[in-house]
């Protein structure tokens, strides 16, 4: 009879975002705007 191996799946270690990258997401986000008009919608990005 066949030997069934099963490996256990090894916890997936924790994931940090680097400072480069959320200092670029906070620029980001704070340049960004959005406006609505009617159905309409336009996004801006004041660089």
């Known amino acids: 009879m ?3 191996y099963s490996k256990k799946k ?3 270690p924790e994931m940090a975002p ?8 906070l620029s980001y986000s704070k340049a960004l705007s ?12 004041a660089n």
């Open 2 to 4: 066949a030997k069934l």
């Open 10 to 12: 090894k916890a997936t």
């Open 18 to 25: 680097k400072k480069d990258t959320v200092d670029f997401l």
């Open 34 to 45: 959005i406006t609505k008009i009617g159905d309409l919608t336009f996004e801006n990005i």
